[in-house]
């Protein structure tokens, strides 16, 4: 059974900073793609920056030069450090685990990040 648990979600003023993590199970985490997306009221769910077992990142344009996405293979963990949030940024943020065969597509529960003064 894999588990994706996510943490780190919050209520953060505009320019502010949040580290969101998300736990894997140890069996699928170091061969995986781990990625964060996220779904805004009324919007699609879209991506927000993934990173291959061999550590290369994509991150949306929107997001370039503010997230940073990176993973501990140890700790079978995968963290996004947000800074300078605005109000844009304003979703539940899901993690990702994704295996290129098949597809197969594990989803955590979700974080709300609320971006407001």
């Known amino acids: 059974q894999v588990q994706l648990v996510e943490s780190g979600g919050g209520l953060v003023q505009p320019g502010g900073s949040l580290r969101l993590s998300c736990a894997a199970s140890p069996s699928i985490f170091s061969v995986w793609r781990m990625g964060w997306y996220r779904q805004a009221p009324g919007k699609q769910r879209e991506l927000v920056a993934y990173?291959?077992?061999?550590?290369?990142?994509i991150y949306a344009d929107s997001v370039k030069g503010r997230f940073t996405i990176s993973r501990d293979n140890a700790k079978s963990t995968v963290y996004l450090q947000m800074n300078n949030l605005k109000p844009d940024d304003t979703a539940v943020y899901y993690c990702n685990a994704n295996w290129a065969v098949g597809p197969i597509d594990y989803w955590g529960r979700g974080t709300q990040v609320t971006v407001s003064s």
């Open positions: 990173i291959r077992s061999a550590g290369t990142t």
